[in-house]
Nanobody, 116 residues
Framework: QVQLVESGGGLVQAGGSLRLSCAAS????????MGWYRQAPGKQRELVAT???????NYADSVKGRFTISRDNAKNTVYLQMNSLKPEDTAVYYC??????????WGQGTQVTVSS
């Protein structure tokens, strides 16, 4: 079973930056997608960004131009560089790993708080 360990969350002022990391273990060879989702209090979990094992990326409109997703396949790690953070970016950020066949796994989440 795939295990995901997230790190890098914290408290930052508006306009600041944070970098999240998610290391995956026990991955089997094959096409996969890793991504970041977030859930703010009282709201549904939403897509932030995804990246395939062939480095194709996809972003939510709300973070385009501010966030960058990347991955290191040798380390089975995905990163989310978050710049120009806004208070509305405050949420628990979750890492997700999904095999192309559909089986998916979630990390435990890391809190990101942006103060105004």
């Amino acid at each position: 079973q795939v295990q995901l360990v997230e790190s890098g969350g914290g408290l930052v002022q508006a306009g600041g930056s944070l970098r999240l990391s998610c290391a995956a273990s026990r991955i089997e060879f094959g096409i996969n997608v890793m991504g970041w989702y977030r859930q703010a209090p009282g709201k549904q979990r939403e897509l932030v960004a995804t990246i395939t094992s062939s480095y194709y990326t996809n972003y939510a409109d709300s973070v385009k131009g501010r966030f960058t997703i990347s991955r290191d396949n040798a380390k089975n790690t995905v990163y989310l560089q978050m710049n120009s953070l806004k208070p509305e970016d405050t949420a628990v950020y979750y890492c997700k790993f999904r095999y192309i066949e559909g089986l998916e796994y979630w990390g435990q989440g890391t809190q990101v708080t942006v103060s105004s």
